[in-house]
């Protein structure tokens, strides 16, 4: 008896979805950082054994969109409701909020199962982690509730077992070796972006996008070039840096993350390039593999 299934993951941004797949793939897959908004496209993340694959979707946090960016990354969410198998619905310990319009709403409405996971009960007390169970019990009746830390891995091992649990018997989808959906090159620009993340402020990680250019193993060295998009000459200044220092460190860190990554040793040249308000263009967007 084989189980496989689509494992669609939404929640509101930052609270943990990204770092939770990571976590039950067993793979530093997805990039994560302590910025809203961190994912911007739809990406798998399959778990294969012998007796079962489960396809797990990552997703841009819920969001109201204020320009066409955020539009894309709404689209790239709404699409779950299409293909679940099974919902898990990742909210942050102390958060209660109204989803009467939004996809929590039509994911309940979709009859399909529902896991809530109440996520980072690191942060929070016993009395704070009972009301935000008491608060969804509510809202979402029916639903399994179970508190968990991504951070510490608590109650996060048994999570594989009971999502099996819930899913149709059905052969894999994919050839059992996948690991996800997209290219290396996606994962190079992802990486990129999230040492951005991380190290500049403000609205400079909004602003950015990434595209490698080349991508070229040759001589046990892998060959990397990729080109920095922003939206504004100031904003092509600031990730440069005085003396060029902010792109260096940026460079630095980012190639001891691919090396990692791809197990290879790594040249990674890096550009900055102005392409005015690509984020409010649905053309541009295309160009970067966003679908509007
Ligand atoms: N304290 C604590 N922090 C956590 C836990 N799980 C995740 N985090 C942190 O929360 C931040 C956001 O994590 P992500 O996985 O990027 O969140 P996300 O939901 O994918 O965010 P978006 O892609 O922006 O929607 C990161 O800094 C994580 O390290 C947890 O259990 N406890
Ligand atoms: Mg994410």
């Known amino acids: 008896m084989h189980k496989s299934g689509f494992v669609n993951v939404i929640g509101m941004p930052n609270v943990g979805k990204s770092s ?26 399959i778990l294969s054994s012998d ?13 109201k969109p204020n320009y066409k960016l955020q539009e894309s990354m709404v689209n790239a969410t709404m699409s779950v409701l299409k293909d679940a198998d099974i919902f898990l619905l990742v909210i942050e310990i102390g958060d209660y ?6 996809l929590t ?19 929070g007390d016993q009395k704070k982690l009972e009301k935000t169970i008491e608060f969804w019990k509510k809202n979402i009746p029916g639903s399994l509730i179970i508190p968990i830390s991504v951070k510490e891995k608590f109650q996060t091992d048994s ?28 994962f190079v620009n992802e990486k990129i972006r999230e040492k951005i993340l991380n190290i500049y402020k ?17 001589d046990k060295i892998l060959k990397l070039s990729s080109v920095i998009y922003v939206e504004r000459e100031t904003q092509k200044g600031i990730l440069i840096g005085h003396n ?9 860190e980012a190639r001891k993350d691919l090396e990692n990554f791809f197990n290879k040793k790594i040249h990674l040249e890096l550009y900055v390039k102005v392409n005015k308000n690509w984020r409010s263009s649905s053309t541009k967007l295309k160009r970067f593999g966003y679908q509007t």
């Open 105 to 123: 709403k039509k994911i309940i409405l979709s009859k399909k199962p529902i896991i809530i996971l109440i996520n980072k009960i690191d942060l």
């Open 97 to 102: 909020y109204n989803f009467d319009y939004d």
């Open 51 to 63: 007796k079962f694959q489960l396809i797990f979707s990552d997703t841009p946090g819920l969001i």
């Open 244 to 252: 060029g220092e902010s792109i260096k460190k940026l460079g630095v």
């Open 202 to 218: 403000q609205e400079i990680p909004y602003s950015v996008e990434v595209k490698t250019e080349v991508f070229d193993f040759k």
């Open 159 to 186: 999570l594989v077992e009971k999502i099996v649990e819930l899913l149709p018997i059905h052969p894999a989808y994919f050839p059992k070796d996948q690991l996800t959906d997209k290219t290396e090159r996606f």
């Open 20 to 45: 939770l797949i990571n976590l039950l793939i067993g793979e530093n897959l997805l990039i994560t950082s302590p910025k809203a908004q961190t994912t911007r496209h739809r990406i798998l993340g």
